[in-house]
């Protein structure tokens, strides 16, 4: 019924930048939240960024200041914005639109 697209990962390197949109569509009028989770080898999925239909925004600690969560209300597309990236950073990053998971997308941190 609803699909949840991401895309924009790939291989960086450290202190480098990259940009992830999440795209939502099917029979859907429109989204709620819609957020950001990573999960790396060996470890839990844990909760990056998240964005309130009205635009209000959090974020995990350890992404603070680095990371920005935006969206397009009328595209019902998601991003993520990632600077300054550190190797801790590498994971499969999903993207949670409304009650919807993606499939997941690989960010690689790497020199």
């Known amino acids: 019924q609803v699909q949840v697209v991401e895309s924009g990962g790939g291989l960086v390197q450290p202190g480098g930048s990259l940009r992830l949109s999440c795209a939502a569509s099917?029979?859907?009028?429109?989204?709620?939240?819609m957020g950001w989770y990573r999960q790396a080898p060996g470890k839990q999925r844990e909760f990056v960024a998240r964005i309130g239909s009205g635009g209000n925004t959090n974020y995990a600690n350890s992404v603070k200041g680095r990371f920005t969560i935006s969206r397009d209300n009328a595209k019902n597309t998601g991003y993520l914005q990632m600077n300054s990236l550190k190797a801790e950073d590498s994971a499969v990053y999903f993207c949670?639109?409304?009650?919807?998971w993606g499939q997941g997308t690989q960010v690689t941190v790497s020199s």
């Open positions: 099917g029979t859907i009028g429109s989204i709620s939240d």
């Open positions: 949670l639109a409304g009650r919807w």
